[in-house]
């Protein structure tokens, strides 16, 4: 189970789930202290802005920060949830727990993951550099990008509801 959630439900969503792993997505700058009951080598810090296209001064998702979370996830046993979290808990967590769903789970729609992320979260609005990223890397074709093209940009919040989503073979 990845349990999905922003920066400031990460300690309760820790200990609510007993999750044992946690991958964080936060621009530079963003302190994360990283709960107790979470090993240092369970936790992925990924440092990237919440941006699509290059900006001046901030760092685009790329490459090697898809291959390091498609990592974590490849190495994930799945005995204990995963919890996936950025600042908002709207864009950069949905888009990677979006993208380790679809990895651990390579035959599974891509629309079909895309519209369950909806139904779970009317608020997500996943980073398209992201899905891009993974699409090319995990060879779909374009069909991760076009599924979440077609479930839209979510509900305006400043912050998302945490959600749990479930890894299907």
């Known amino acids: 189970m990845i349990h999905v959630c922003s920066l400031s439900k990460v ?22 202290i990283r709960p107790a009951s979470i090993r240092a ?38 005995a204990k949830p995963l919890v996936v979290h ?9 888009a990677s727990a979006y993208i380790i769903a679809a990895a651990l789970a390579p035959k599974r729609d891509e629309m079909e993951l895309a519209k369950t992320l909806r139904f779970l979260s009317p608020t997500a609005t996943p980073n398209p550099r992201l899905i891009a990223v993974a699409d090319s890397l995990l060879g ?25 989503l479930t890894i299907e073979s």
């Open 86 to 94: 950025c600042y908002a808990g709207v864009s950069r967590s949905t």
């Open 11 to 32: 300690d309760e969503t820790v200990a609510r789930t007993g999750a044992q792993r946690l991958l964080s997505l936060l621009a530079v700058g963003t302190e994360v």
């Open 140 to 164: 779909r074709d374009g069909r991760m990008i076009a599924a979440i093209e077609a479930i839209g940009r979510g509900a305006d919040a400043f912050e998302g509801t945490p959600f749990e």
């Open 41 to 78: 080598e369970n936790h992925l810090h990924l440092v990237m802005h919440d941006i699509a296209v290059a900006q001046d001064g901030m760092t685009m998702p790329g490459e090697e920060h898809v291959r390091a979370l498609l990592d974590f996830g490849y190495r994930w046993d799945r």
